[in-house]
């Protein structure tokens, strides 16, 4: 489930994108593959959920939600630009680095 949600924030970051009339399948929809993915190594601090039935809290799709966020950020300190749309293609990040000529 971590892994998981690790690897879909590195696709929404870095590859995936819906372009209506052109993603007609995933043979142009790209997601991650074992080829893209790091390795992935799960820290787990186990702690109780008073709310949750019987202590039991959702685990994998919190790693979802900074993962986007935490590439797009290590991007603009390596370019010293802000990309503000997904996915961060090769496309945009040319085009941050000729806006920050």
Do not use: W
Not at 19 to 45: A, C, H, M, Q, W
Not at 64 to 82: F, H, K, Q, V, W
Request: hydrophobic share 45%; aromatic share 4%.
């Amino acid at each position: 489930q971590i892994m998981g949600g690790v690897t879909m924030g590195m696709g929404m970051a870095l590859m995936e994108e819906y372009v209506p009339g052109k993603t007609v399948s995933f043979v142009n929809y790209l997601i991650p593959t074992v080829k893209d993915v790091p390795e992935i190594v799960p820290i787990i601090v186990e702690d109780q959920e008073p709310s949750g039935p019987f202590g039991a809290k959702g685990v994998g799709e919190p790693a979802l939600i900074p993962t986007a966020p935490a590439i797009l950020n290590a991007i603009a300190d390596a370019i010293g630009e802000r990309i503000y749309d997904l996915p961060a293609s090769l496309e945009r990040v040319l085009e941050a680095l000729r806006k920050g000529r």
